[in-house]
């Protein structure tokens, strides 16, 4: 049965308009980035560009710790997700792998473990911090977080799919348990490792409220705290800010549409923790 | 190899591989955790300096408008992202599935983008949009329309609604990819039947859809209410400086954040901690409930 083709019109038309929504913050951060400041929210508004001037980017490489923070950025999100792997990993081995004593009792409390808030911590374990001396350090940020229950959960949950025979013939082989980890196991994993990857990237490039008690010194923020700063700025620079953006959504853009399908299960996978 | 001893053996790895966890886990949650609740039991002077005041804290926080006002904007912007995340994913997914429209992993793709954007990032550009001028491109389009500009950001009517839009516009494409999936996953014959039973369009939704679609429903309503009842950055972007009008988007994590943070009344904050974890733990034990819906069927 083909449907009538008024529907398939009016279909088109609803997705159209709900994409033009979606996109306009991206455009309207893209066109104000090359506003000089005084046309950013002068009436009336350009809706289009009419002048293009760089002189926003140039301000903010020069006058602002924008590279500095950006550092700061990649920094903890790769140390974070590095670590966050490789605990996943051979936790997620240890308890899908393994016939132990305590393991459902201790599985069962990964499991819950996921269900508490960092708000429900975040007073206790900034004053933890304090007497460790890791108030400022890039340590405080990473790893009180670093060992992951829903990377555990989820590469457990993948290597139950995986026969046993293999780890049984590295044994046979001479293989240490560590050996096994490293040399079979972690080559298994490397879809699964893919999807956590996007996973813990994207969650710690996106942290906020962690990294905003622990960091107080400007040259230590991360971009989110960074850039929030520039907001509560009395003079609110929107220049600089919106030229910031752009340069952090054009490279994540650019990774997602190149694989898009990694992505997306990456991002969805990380929602089922909760 | 014959000899060749390792400390690690079959039956002590796996205490080893999950070792980092439970290490980590004691330190930085299990007693995290337990000293939040010793603390929300007292008033902190220093950080090192506690006076035991009992229930003082919760009693002061239930005698708190701000704690009303924080714990209604936070049920208000829980419903509100539970409900646009299911009617428009639901929507836009059974869209995006419909075989007769072209073109839709372009719109897909325009759904999902903003996932990929921070909440700071997201909020600045919305701050923008949302000038409470004819400078901000929201008053500059309804302006042509004749309505005079609205002070989005900080007025009582509609502040609250801008934290929700922002937080809508980042969590609706992950909604849609969940429906999506569900969708996706219906199997065609039930509906060639009932196609020739006769039934309409509108009778498959409501008889076969539905029900069918029921646990992904079920899925992304309660993990859209729990990660909305943490909301914070939203609130802390598009209102950092404590505007006029700042009851109006105060939310519990917000005030935790405030009170701790801004005030160093560590006690006090470290309660609404307690009932925010109350909150989050009731809310999960239904969601492991609804999700049993899975397992059955």
Redesign the interface.
């Known amino acids: 049965m083909k449907p009538r083709r008024i529907s398939i019109v009016l279909t088109v038309a609803v997705l159209i308009a709900i994409s033009v929504v979606m996109i306009f913050p991206f455009y309207w951060m893209l066109i104000s980035s090359f506003k000089p400041i005084g046309r950013i929210f002068t009436v009336p508004l350009d809706v289009f560009p009419r002048e293009f001037t760089l002189v926003n980017y140039r301000k903010l490489i020069t006058q602002t710790p924008f590279l500095r923070w950006y550092f700061n950025s990649i920094f903890i999100t790769a140390a974070y997700t590095v670590l966050a792997l490789f605990f996943a990993t051979l936790a997620g081995f240890g308890f899908a792998k393994y016939d132990f004593k305590g393991r459902n009792v201790l599985l069962v409390i990964v499991l819950a473990s996921m269900m508490i808030p960092l708000h429900s911590l975040v007073i206790p374990l900034f004053m933890l911090l304090i007497r460790l001396g890791w108030v400022n350090t890039y340590r405080g940020v990473v790893i009180p977080f670093a060992a992951n229950a829903f990377g555990i959960f989820y590469i457990s949950q993948y290597l139950t799919t995986v026969p046993s025979d293999l780890i049984d013939a590295g044994r046979i082989d001479g293989c240490s348990e560590f050996g096994i980890y490293r040399m079979i196991i972690l080559p298994l994993l490397k879809p699964a490792l893919g999807v956590l990857t996007i996973y813990f990237a994207m969650t710690s490039w996106n942290w906020f409220l962690w990294p905003l008690v622990v960091m107080r010194a400007e040259s230590l923020f991360p971009l989110n705290v960074g850039l929030s700063t520039f907001i509560s700025d009395y003079r609110q620079r929107y220049d600089e800010l919106m030229a910031a953006s752009v340069l952090c959504v054009v490279p994540i853009v650019a990774l997602f549409l190149s694989m898009q399908k990694q992505f997306v299960s990456g991002l969805t996978a990380g929602s089922i923790k909760s | 190899?014959v000899g060749?001893r390792?400390i690690?053996?079959?039956?002590t790895?796996?205490?080893?591989?999950?070792s980092?966890?439970?290490?980590?886990?004691a330190?930085?949650?299990v007693?995290?955790?337990i000293?939040?609740v010793v603390?929300s039991f007292h008033d902190v002077k220093q950080?090192s300096q506690l006076n035991f005041i009992g229930l003082g804290n919760y009693k002061l926080l239930f005698d708190t408008p701000r704690f009303y006002r924080a714990l209604y904007n936070t049920t208000y912007y829980a419903a509100g992202m539970c409900l646009l995340n299911v009617i428009l994913g639901f929507l836009?997914g059974l869209?995006?599935t419909?075989k007769?429209?072209?073109?839709?992993s372009?719109?897909r793709?325009?759904?999902?983008?903003?996932?990929?954007?921070?909440?700071?990032?997201?909020?600045?550009?919305?701050?923008?949009?949302l000038?409470d001028?004819?400078?901000?491109?929201l008053n500059?389009l309804i302006g042509r329309f004749g309505v005079p500009p609205q002070n989005w950001l900080d007025s009582p009517r509609w502040a609250l609604k801008s934290v929700l839009a922002l937080g809508f516009?980042r969590s609706?494409?992950?909604s849609t990819?969940?429906f999506i999936?569900g969708f996706q996953s219906l199997p065609d014959d039930l509906y060639e039947a009932a196609?020739i039973d006769g039934a309409s369009p509108m009778q498959q939704l409501r008889y076969l859809t539905i029900p069918l679609m029921r646990p992904i429903i079920a899925f992304v309503s309660i993990?859209t209410l729990?990660?909305a009842y943490?909301v914070?950055?939203e609130v802390?972007?598009l209102n950092?400086?404590g505007g006029s009008a700042r009851d109006t988007v105060v939310t519990?994590?917000y005030y935790?954040?405030e009170s701790?943070?801004r005030f160093f009344k560590?006690g006090y904050?470290?309660a609404i901690?307690?009932v925010?974890?109350l909150i989050?733990?009731v809310l999960?034990i239904i969601?492991l409930k609804l999700l049993g819906v899975f397992q059955n069927e």
């Open positions: 190899m060749k390792h690690l053996t079959k039956k790895a796996p205490y080893v591989f999950i980092p966890f439970f290490i980590l886990f330190i930085f949650m007693y995290p955790i000293y939040s603390l950080l836009i869209m995006l419909w007769h429209v072209p073109g839709t372009f719109y793709a325009s759904v999902f983008l903003p996932v990929l954007v921070s909440t700071v990032i997201a909020g600045a550009v919305f701050r923008l949009i000038v001028t004819e400078g901000g491109f500059y516009w609706l494409g992950l990819v969940y999936g196609h993990v729990i990660q943490l914070f950055t802390f972007v950092p400086t519990l994590g935790l954040y701790a943070f560590l904050g470290a901690g307690v925010m974890t989050i733990v999960s969601q």
